[in-house]
């Protein structure tokens, strides 16, 4: 413990992971200043879809954590006044299969998530009119969901917790050097902490790349597209492809026949690991996803075929008539290969690597925060 009356916490990183810790270290007692390269978070946190999504999350822990990220991300955006909304989410089934796939998810995880219910075409209909009047064969719904505008709100969190909480946010500051309790940075200054947090997110070759180097990782690369606004308003929506992509449809009875399926009928989409993700600003707008592809190096080169087989997806699930594209991005964010969602340790005395939610840092952030912080402060 360095010689004061408080204990010190650095954070290194003001995407969700950063905030996440500097909250927790906060309330734990510490004083804490946020280290930031960029004038504002520019990485994963701010790229996304803002969704906080238990509904992909397995049950046990990870389900748990993501339930109690989603109510302190209720508190923070009610107390902050951050824009949020309470939309639950639609997963379309749009062929037999599907609708296989989701009686089967609902008979299992029924006993274990509030507010799932399995819906039939009009129902769907009735909830997401933009869903596609042939193909829909019904839907799951989940009343957990939320979405927040996430270039926005990772942005105005700093604002918040530096008024309320009395954390210390240092933009426009790499942190260049790292040893036990001390850092240097950018602005050619040192810093001293009793604990130091480093949330650096997919940026693996600044800070410890030897330890990155060796730790079972990759990065995966999203293409990302945001349409102009739509008349309707919705809830948030995925659809059948996602039954592959999260740890929660894992294991259903007919998992093995549909992802033969999958490649046969929809070999490109499964190739570039697309699924379709949907969530809506309060300007109407969508943000509709994504692709992955893996590796550890990717070419900043968007592929306009990976675009539209994104959007040949979306037309065989919705009917949304002109859908006009406003933007495009991509975004990159780091995932464990061991099936962890959780990289927390300590890597020499009293300096921590906090990371590996993979494609659910915002659904897991907080609560990840408050379940690791006693590894820390013993
Ligand atoms: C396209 C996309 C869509 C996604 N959709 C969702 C979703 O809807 N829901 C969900 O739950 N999750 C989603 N995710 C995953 C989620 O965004 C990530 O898990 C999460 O943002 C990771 O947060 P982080 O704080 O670890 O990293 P980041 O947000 O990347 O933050 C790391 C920060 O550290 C800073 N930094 C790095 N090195 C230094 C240094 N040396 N000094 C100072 N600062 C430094 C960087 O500038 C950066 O701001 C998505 C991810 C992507 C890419």
């Known amino acids: ?26 309330l734990a007692g510490f004083s804490v200043d946020v280290f930031e390269r960029s004038a504002k978070a520019s990485g ?27 109510d302190i991300w ?11 909304k309470q939309t ?8 037999i299969l599907e609708l296989e796939l989701g009686k089967e998810f609902i008979e299992r995880e029924n006993p274990h998530r509030p507010k799932l219910q399995l819906l039939n075409k009009e129902q769907t209909l009735s909830v997401l009119p933009i869903a596609h009047k042939q193909n829909t064969h019904g839907s799951i719904y989940s009343g957990t969901e939320i979405i927040v505008e996430a270039r ?15 954390i210390r946010f240092h933009f426009n500051t790499t942190v260049t050097e790292v040893q036990p309790h001390r850092i240097k940075t950018s602005t050619q200054k040192t810093y001293e902490a009793d604990i130091i ?4 997110g997919y940026e693996i070759n600044l800070l410890f790349p030897e330890v990155f180097a060796a730790a079972p990782i990759t990065i995966s690369q999203l293409n990302m597209l945001r349409s102009a606004r739509i008349s309707q308003t919705i809830p948030a929506v995925c659809a059948g492809l996602s039954f592959l992509h999260y740890g929660s449809y894992e294991k259903l009875p007919s998992s093995a026949i549909y992802k033969k399926w999958v490649t046969d009928n929809y070999p490109a989409q499964h190739f570039h690991g697309i699924h379709l993700l949907i969530s809506q600003n309060y300007t109407n707008q969508l943000t509709i996803g994504d692709s992955h592809d893996y ?16 959007i040949d997806y979306l037309n065989d699930v919705l009917d949304i008539p002109n859908l006009s594209i406003a933007q495009r991005w991509t975004g990159q964010y780091l995932k464990l290969t061991n099936g962890k969602s959780e990289w927390f340790e300590q890597i020499e005395k009293g300096i921590f690597i906090a990371n590996g939610p993979g494609g659910a840092g915002m659904t897991l952030g907080f609560g990840m925060a408050e379940d690791t912080i006693s590894q820390m402060i013993g």
């Open 1 to 26: 413990m360095l010689p004061s009356s408080q204990p010190k916490a650095i954070v290194i990183g003001a995407g969700i992971l950063g905030l996440a810790y500097a909250r927790s270290l906060k």
């Open 44 to 70: 994963s946190s701010i790229r996304n879809f803002g969704m906080v999504w238990p509904i992909g999350q397995p049950k046990g822990t990870m389900l748990d954590r993501a339930m109690r990220t989603r």
């Open 74 to 84: 209720i508190n923070i955006c009610k107390s902050a006044n951050i824009w949020h």
């Open 88 to 95: 639950g989410s639609v997963q379309l089934l749009s062929n």
């Open 152 to 166: 926005e709100a990772i942005r105005l969190i700093p604002e918040y917790f530096a008024e309320q909480l009395g």
């Open 197 to 200: 947090v480093i949330c650096s």
């Open 295 to 310: 590796g550890q190096h990717h070419d900043p080169f968007q592929s306009n075929d990976v675009d539209q087989h994104i």
